[in-house]
């Protein structure tokens, strides 16, 4: 091993007798306490009775800078949330890398954008993405900031093909967003640009962790054959039309897949041979199986009908670094060296992983600082339970039983020193918007917590327990200044709020492995989740590598 890769032990801290257990809650924030925030309404007697424990619970911030996003009004995410976490550093993250590289020019200059302006003067440039400016995922002015450079360098016909969202942002504001790229789009000169299909991102396109490849097929019918379920001549009409009824309407989430075509009905963007296509979004998760399709001419996961030849097609970042996947993007991912998963195989420290598969590449991918697969196979076992295929408000318990049940089979094996768990629940329910269906979700999660902290104290082991970022804790859209609940003029109801927020995260520490004297620091009050790395590296009797952020924990 190289010596700089050598973990000291501890000098305050002894090795635990059991294993560590760290458990993140996803979508789990500490947040205004009212019956709003289903966190705090639901019955959670497990978190309460942690948060009880003097220096034994803390909050930590999980948004903006202190996770490498461009402002602190950025909510936080899973992505750049389990990077924190994994990696103990808090890097420039994708949102920020690509208005980095907008502003300095860079963008125009790399291997990726020579590619697609082999396009410009001929054929079609195409950027298919998420159209909201959640930031999550991909932003507005990016994607305009890619169009409006496109046509300065001579792209001639430029097609968008929009995810709606609904889920990094209100559900609803699809229709402004679709409104405002319209206008800027017909405000290009010399540079015939317009929507050509779309459909809403839990429905098309948008799949991850090949949780169902159908969704993704939906997309490639509309986006590259010009084959949907619904045609309009215009993208407005399509959303404002598939949302239907007012009172009840489809969520911009869903809706379904949809094409624009001209007077005589044909399609006006395909993807036709020696077209550009650029996925504008930055985050990887949901576009590594998209990218597969347009990338492997021999991909046989469906039926493509058509493929075109001579693509000439980027990602706006590499998405999987480990697959070169795509080969050729616009900007360079951040790079995430020196990740806490390769220390502890490093230093013998044997691990097991384990998530549903909404949640499994965030327990490993963006754990390990976006890598695919093991450090070391003969010392990391990574577990992946099937999620269910449906909205996940009908079924609010998902996975967690399932979950927590091989998290206690791990810690009773003897064979794991850490046991690292992610409960999806308030998370994936959260975006529902569903606040009784996300009470339900953090009250199961609780209860499991229960179930395993009783295994940690069985076998002598230490936990840390946390989150990635809000989402549960605030279930409804307020007024900025009161915050009072924003009321529906259709309905008469709150406005449900289906994104992450802003909150701080808790952090429990506990276990009846771990010494009495062992507490949280309360010199570091603007800790983020990078703090979090060393704190359980603490955990594990041995001292966190130098440049990680510093450790919530003391010996006292
Ligand atoms: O992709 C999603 O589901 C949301 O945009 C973000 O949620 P996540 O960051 O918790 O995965
Ligand atoms: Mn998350
Ligand atoms: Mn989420």
């Not at 290009?188 to 929507?195: H, V």
């Not at 949907?228 to 009824?245: C, E, M, N, Q, S």
């Amino acid at each position: 091993m190289a010596p700089s890769m050598q973990l000291a032990p501890h000098p305050s801290i002894p090795k635990p007798e059991g294993p560590v257990m760290v458990c993140i809650l996803d979508g789990w924030g500490v947040n205004v306490e009212d019956k709003y925030n289903a966190v705090f309404s639901a019955d959670t007697p497990t978190t309460d009775a942690l948060r009880a424990v003097p220096r034994r619970y803390r909050s930590v911030k999980a948004h903006g800078t202190a996770v490498g996003l461009p402002s602190d009004a950025d909510m936080g995410n899973s992505e750049v949330g389990h990077n924190a976490l994994g990696s103990g550093q808090v890097v420039d993250q994708g949102a920020r890398l690509v208005d980095m590289a907008l502003e300095s020019g860079k963008m125009f200059e790399g291997a990726g954008w020579k590619l697609i302006s082999g396009a410009f003067a001929d054929h079609t440039v195409h950027f298919i993405g998420l159209l909201s400016d959640g930031g999550v995922h991909s932003r507005f002015n990016q994607l305009i900031g890619c169009i409006k450079g496109a046509v300065e360098r001579g792209a001639k016909r430029i097609r968008v093909h929009i995810l709606t969202d609904g889920r990094d942002v209100p559900d609803g504001s699809s229709a402004a967003f679709v409104a405002q790229l319209q206008e800027d789009l017909a405000g290009l000169k010399g540079c015939d640009a317009k929507i050509a299909s779309g459909g809403g991102r839990m429905n098309i396109t948008m799949d991850r962790y090949e949780a169902d490849w159908s969704m993704v097929k939906r997309g490639w019918d509309a986006h590259v054959l010009g084959k949907a379920p619904h045609t309009f001549k215009d993208a407005l009409t399509a959303v404002k039309t598939l949302r239907g009824d007012p009172e009840n309407p489809i969520s911009d989430q869903y809706l379904p897949a949809f094409v624009i075509v001209d007077d005589d009905g044909k399609p006006v963007g395909t993807i036709e041979d020696g077209d550009a296509v650029v996925l504008f979004n930055f985050r990887a998760d949901r576009m590594v199986e998209m990218s597969k399709a347009f990338e492997y001419p021999d991909f046989d996961i469906f039926d493509r009908v058509r493929y075109p030849a001579d693509l000439k097609f980027v990602g706006m970042m590499q998405y999987d670094g480990d697959l070169l996947l795509p080969k050729t993007y616009l900007v360079p991912p951040p790079e995430i060296k020196g990740v806490s998963g390769e220390y502890l195989v490093k230093n013998g420290i044997t691990t097991f992983a384990c998530s549903e598969t909404q949640k499994f590449g965030h327990v490993t991918f963006f754990w390990n600082g976006n890598r695919s697969g093991y450090f070391d196979s003969s010392k990391e076992t990574y577990l992946e339970i099937p999620s269910d295929n449906c909205p996940f408000n009908e079924k609010p318990d998902m996975k967690a039983v399932e979950i927590m049940e091989a998290g206690r089979e791990a810690l009773r094996s003897g064979k794991y020193q850490m046991v690292r768990l992610n409960f999806a629940n308030p998370d994936m329910v959260g975006h529902t918007g569903d606040l009784n269906a996300s009470i339900r979700a953090c009250a199961v999660v609780d209860e499991c917590v229960a179930e395993l902290i009783k295994v940690v104290d069985e076998v002598n082991g230490r936990f840390l327990v946390t989150s990635d970022h809000g989402n549960s804790d605030d279930m409804v859209q307020r007024e900025k200044k009161t915050l009072k609940p924003l009321i529906d003029k259709d309905t008469g109801k709150p406005m449900p709020l289906t994104s992450h927020t802003l909150a701080p995260v808790p952090v429990y520490i506990g276990g009846k492995g771990l010494p009495a004297n062992v507490v949280l620091r309360d010199d570091l009050p603007d800790a983020g989740l990078a703090n979090i790395t060393a704190t359980y590296i603490n955990l594990l009797g041995l001292q966190a590598p130098e440049k990680y952020k510093p450790s919530l924990i003391v010996a006292e």
